[in-house]
């Protein structure tokens, strides 16, 4: 059974820092691409980094500040996130997609399988 288990939110000050991990089951990273969204109250689902075959992709408003990682032996994707501001609070997901032009990793339809989302709350 596929599972992904997205863990590592909690409340932080702005400049802060924090480690998400999206753990997977069923199936072997390195087989697919991983993505990182967020989803903020009344907004929409966001795309916020990608991982695949070595390339990697961020968001424009997260560049310099997001850092996504993978750890085949661990089966696990990480994603540093640095200097945070309150406008990255969100509810955060990852998700795996088998393959896809990457051009297209920012849209969510194109992801079969979800974890469960861990909350970020960044305020002082």
């Known amino acids: 059974e596929v599972q992904l288990q997205a863990s590592g939110g909690g409340l932080v000050q702005p400049g802060g820092s924090l480690r998400l991990s999206c753990a997977a089951s069923g199936f072997a990273l390195d087989d697919y691409g991983i993505g990182w969204f967020r989803q903020a109250p009344g907004k929409e689902r966001e795309g916020v980094s990608f991982?695949?075959?070595?390339?990697?992709f961020y968001a424009d408003a997260v560049k310099g500040r997001f850092t996504i990682s993978r750890d085949n032996a661990k089966n696990t994707v990480y994603l540093q996130m640095n200097s945070l501001k309150p406008e990255d609070t969100a509810v955060y997901y990852c998700a795996r997609v088998a393959r896809l032009p990457f051009s297209l990793w920012r849209a969510p339809p194109n992801y079969a399988y979800w974890g469960q989302g861990t909350l970020v709350t960044v305020s002082s």
């Open positions: 991982i695949n075959v070595g390339r990697k």
